[in-house]
């Protein structure tokens, strides 16, 4: 299983910018998802999750800013940023629990990261 993110570039102060996270591989089911981002010389925060029955939280920092869904078709998960800041500039992660099929007939839940894409605004 992998995590496919891509949508990050380089904005304005008051853009956005669309983060999307495709899951592909063998796998049963996808439960929680979520973003994360990590700044140069911090440590990596949540974002929002979302869960599988879609519900939805913000950090504070980015409430009414950002909003996080889902495809269940599409095993992907995205993230809308609006009115972006220079203090969202970060490398933004997507995280998901995944469960897949183990030896025999048994299944188990694994937590899966994306490769990481670069945001980056200016003021």
């Known amino acids: 299983v992998q995590l496919q993110a891509s949508g990050g570039g380089m904005v304005q102060a008051g853009g956005s910018l669309t983060l999307s996270c495709a899951a592909s591989?063998?796998?049963?089911?996808?439960?929680?998802m979520s973003w994360f981002r990590q700044a140069p010389g911090k440590e990596r925060d949540l974002v929002a999750p979302i869960t599988s029955g879609d519900s939805t939280n913000y950090a504070d920092s980015v409430k009414g800013r950002f909003t996080i869904s889902r495809d269940y078709a599409k095993n992907t998960v995205y993230l809308q940023m609006n009115s972006l800041k220079p203090e969202d500039t970060a490398v933004y992660y997507c995280?998901?629990?995944?469960?897949?099929?183990?030896?025999?007939?048994?299944?188990?839940?694994?937590?899966?990261w994306g490769q990481g894409t670069q945001v980056t605004v200016s003021s």
């Open positions: 995280n998901a629990d995944i469960r897949v099929r183990g030896k025999g007939c048994s299944t188990y839940s694994s937590n899966y």
């Open positions: 591989g063998s796998m049963l089911s996808m439960h929680d």
